[in-house]
């Protein structure tokens, strides 16, 4: 099915998780393309309701795989597959990923790297178990963070500070990710996954429609101003439950 990721659903929730545990899932643009697949899966699965994204064994994404890094930076192609920058995880899938209709909640398993960090700010919610390292090293090897990380981070964590992680090229543990605000939650390791599906069990239970909703009127409403937010908080509630048609009318 899959050869980069594995792909599950359970009880209503499909869990898309990087399988390359022996390279702490370094990410590869087979990977990207494979995630956007399984992301699509479950978007058009009905019986899916949340999405957890998450990573086999001690890491959650190490980053970008440094021999398809070293291949790019030297005009070459390392592994099959689209190139390093060209493949839809990096160009479209950022903006699908806020408009995803289902919650998607991201569970740091281990070290979370570049584009490993990166990936998870799009997400509705972030979880990281206590042995997570986040490490937003761009600048230090010469790169700019993508996945609209600048569109996402200042507005999680403030200007200052994500100025602050992105030009020293910062390394978080967990609790200091959760201090800040990057993370909600950190669990100890070996219950990451049950408090992740526990919160999406939690969130199962809500109509898709209702689900999907709301997390438009929140996208809506933290880049709109109050008035705005609610007139489409009024918008999106009338269609979610629309007036009844009086007796008589068309």
Known sequence: MFDTISYEVS????TIAFARPDKLNAYTPMMGEETVAA???AREDDAVRVV?????????????DLDVLKAHMAGEQAVAGPKLGQEAFVNTWPLDLVDYPKPVIAAINGAAYGVGVTMTLGCDVRIAARSAVLGLN???IGMLPGLGSTHHLPRLVGIGKASELILSAAKLSAEEAAG???VQRVVDDDQLMDEARSLALAMAKGRPEVLAAAKKALRYGAESTLAEALSEEK???GE???APKK???P
Do not use: D, H, Q, Y
């Not at 009880?11 to 499909?14: F, Q, R, T, V």
């Not at 990573?55 to 190490?62: P, S």
């Open 240 to 242: 979610l439950n629309p």
């Open 39 to 41: 992301f699509e899966r």
């Open 235 to 237: 918008r999106l509630s």
């Open 247 to 249: 007796p008589g009318k």
């Open 180 to 182: 800040i605000g990057l």
């Open 52 to 64: 957890i994204l998450t990573g086999e064994g001690t890491g959650f994404c190490a980053g970008v």
């Open 11 to 14: 009880e209503g929730i499909a």
């Open 138 to 140: 761009f600048t230090r």
